[in-house]
């Protein structure tokens, strides 16, 4: 069964340090999703991308992030200046349609840690 | 942004069927119903959807109230490994924020050996 794909597992990062965090989506999927996780809270919606565009984002992503599809096949997110509460696993997540009417795939999820 | 009611926790045997509730008491014409889980902490995992119909796929059965104001997510027979939180979403066609889902506090589901 396909699957989405992300990079790494586990990153530890020092407070103000720029990471990127990077995915791998299912290879007929147009549409893409990074969703974080605080330990022990909800999952949260961070931005969605189309067509090379960001089609949506929530309050979150602020001006510290960015995200891109630099390929065929990565799609990244990046955060410019790492805080404390940037501290969390970040799933990414792709689909077939623009509306979810059949669903995501999510990855396995990143957790950063800010030190 | 919370449009979905669900018990925090529930328990189940393991090998008997899990019915978890959901009320959507808000739900409007063109929403669809979503269940997703998530184990530890994995990826949230896509389990089932519809609309009004009752759907039934490998994982599990989806019931829908004929109203549409609730629904119910039966694991026919749950063993240890769907020991998991389960989320019920509502998301609709041509909605603001369409493209992305809304992740609930959802229930813990603990199947019990």
């Known amino acids: 069964e396909p699957e989405v794909t992300q990079t790494p597992s586990h990153q530890v990062t020092q407070m103000g340090q720029e990471v990127i965090l990077r995915c791998v989506p299912i290879s007929n999927h147009l549409y893409f999703y ?3 996780q605080i330990l022990g809270q909800k ?5 969605s991308f189309y067509n090379n565009e960001i089609s949506e984002k929530s309050e979150i ?5 960015s995200v891109e599809r630099p390929d ?3 799609f990244t997110l990046k955060i410019r200046s790492t805080k404390l509460e940037d501290s969390a696993m970040y799933f990414c997540a792709s689909s077939v349609s623009r509306v979810p009417i059949y669903g995501y795939t999510f990855g396995s999820g990143t957790r950063l840690t800010v030190v | 942004d919370a449009k979905t009611t669900q018990p925090p926790s529930m328990d189940c045997a393991e090998g008997r069927a899990a019915n978890l509730p959901c009320n959507h008491s808000t739900i409007s014409g063109n929403e669809y119903v979503y269940w997703y889980r998530q184990i530890h902490s994995q990826g949230p995992q896509y389990i089932i959807h519809g609309l009004k119909n009752n759907e039934t796929n490998e994982m599990a059965s989806l019931i829908i109230t004929e109203d549409r104001k609730s629904s119910t997510l039966i694991l026919p027979h749950a ?8 989320y019920c979403i509502v998301r609709g066609l041509g909605q603001t924020g369409a493209n992305n889902l809304f992740f609930g506090t959802g229930t813990r589901l603990t199947v019990i050996p």
């Open chain 1, 61 to 65: 992503f602020d001006d510290q992030f």
């Open chain 2, 79 to 86: 063993t240890l490994r769907d020991t998991a939180v389960y």
């Open chain 1, 43 to 47: 999952v949260e919606f961070l931005v």
């Open chain 1, 72 to 74: 065929g096949s990565n």
């Open chain 1, 34 to 36: 990074w969703y974080r």
